[in-house]
């Protein structure tokens, strides 16, 4: 629990061992993980994360969470995990900081609206269209198209895939119908982001005052937190108190994290990452006490935020905007800006309806809140005319 950065353990991603890169490039390492994770944080797609719904939209307030605060304490804590355990840093870092890259703007209630209007298409699902923008949507070099980044960040990015997608994406796609593992370092980033979601959601919930203290202590795990630390400072200021609760919340499911997964691999003890990669269940995981409380944290947020009436409201106008403005572009691709136009038509030309479809996908996926609401005002709204 004490490793040394660069101290990994065998069965880590080691550096300079890398499966390589989508094309041929001299300038990097393919196990160059840090390259990435550079090359991530500098595209257009992790700027944009800044005006992206988490769970509230980006105008209702300047404290809430967006897709980029989340994605930046998701990548802290993959991070000090990763050390933690012995596990590649750099690694466990770029695949957090990528993991969002293809949400549409609103949050779930986007996806869900560009999921149905993808439906005769082949459907739209944020991890895919992750993977799709670093590897053909984001335009930062003449040699090749997307970021170039290594097998193992992508591998990462793609944590869902259906089996026709991942009988394209061959080699990528293989665990999805082998239902086998990625490495240590994707499934720790995806554990890092449930565990900043779930206490995030709450502290902006919180902070929103969608929730309260009492409706939390249905909670047990935030119920007790909250107690001991009242107990430990009774004249703290409420504001205070939530930030020290969510803080000493996180820590507990980090530590239970830690130790229940570094006594997994001490048990299974895989040579390498290839039998990591080889096993047909996660390697990494909390225990059971707190897999329970995870589900009833979940269970609470999905209840009581994310069906709250002004949450529900804001995602059905959500899903409106982005309804419509799919149909409008899909009936008339001269209403897009000139160089999405030429984009749309190029994949149209060359894969027909679908094509024309997935391109207009791309154009709304990388919107950001405020931009969607400008474009629906733009071709919606008679006195709106530019």
């Not at 041929?24 to 840090?34: I, L, M, S």
């Not at 979601?197 to 929103?208: C, E, K, Q, T, V």
Request: glycine fraction near 6%; proline fraction near 3%; charge should be negative.
């Amino acid at each position: 629990m004490t490793s040394k950065p660069g101290l990994l353990l065998p069965c880590a991603v080691q550096y300079g061992q890398g499966r390589g890169r989508l094309h041929a490039d001299d300038t990097v390492d393919p196990g160059d993980f840090a390259c990435d994770r550079e090359r991530i944080i500098h595209s257009a797609a992790f700027r944009r994360l800044e005006y992206k719904t988490q769970v509230f939209v980006n105008h209702e307030g300047d404290l809430f969470r967006t897709r980029l605060t989340h994605t930046i304490e998701v990548a802290q804590t993959a991070r000090s995990m990763a050390r933690a355990l012995g596990l590649n840093e750099d690694l466990a870092e770029a695949i957090a900081l990528a993991h969002d890259l293809g949400h549409t703007p609103f949050g779930h209630a986007g996806q869900e609206a560009l999921n149905g209007c993808m439906g005769d298409y082949g459907g739209f699902e944020h991890n895919r269209q992750s993977l799709r923008v670093v590897d053909e949507l984001e335009e930062r070099f003449a040699e090749f198209r997307g970021l170039n980044l290594t097998f193992e960040t992508r591998e990462g990015i793609l944590k869902h895939c259906s089996p026709a997608e991942a009988r394209e994406l061959g080699e990528l796609g293989r665990r999805f119908l082998d239902s086998t593992q990625p490495s240590l370092e994707a499934q720790l980033a995806n554990l890092a982001d449930e565990i900043a979601y779930n206490a995030h959601d709450i502290d902006d919930g919180l902070r929103s005052a969608l929730v309260d203290e009492e409706q939390l202590s249905e909670v047990p795990l935030f119920a007790e937190t909250w107690s001991v630390v009242r107990a430990r400072h009774p004249d703290l200021l409420r504001r205070r108190t939530i930030h020290v609760v969510v803080r000493e919340f996180i820590e507990a499911q980090v530590a239970d994290l830690c130790t229940e997964s570094a006594a997994r691999i001490a048990a299974a003890a895989p040579a390498d990452v290839d039998e990591v990669r080889a096993r047909h269940g996660p390697l990494l995981g909390f225990s059971e006490a707190m897999q329970v409380h995870h589900r009833e944290v979940k269970q609470f947020l999905r209840e009581n935020l994310y069906r709250h009436y002004r949450v529900h409201r804001m995602a059905h106008k959500a899903r409106k905007v982005v309804s419509e403005l799919f149909t409008a572009f899909m009936e008339d691709t001269r209403l897009l800006p000139g160089e999405i136009a030429s984009q749309v038509s190029a994949l149209e030309a060359s894969e027909g309806e679908a094509g024309r479809a997935r391109a207009v996908a791309d154009y709304i996926a990388g919107m950001t809140d405020r931009y969607a609401f400008a474009e629906y005002t733009r071709l919606f709204t008679p006195d709106a005319l530019t």
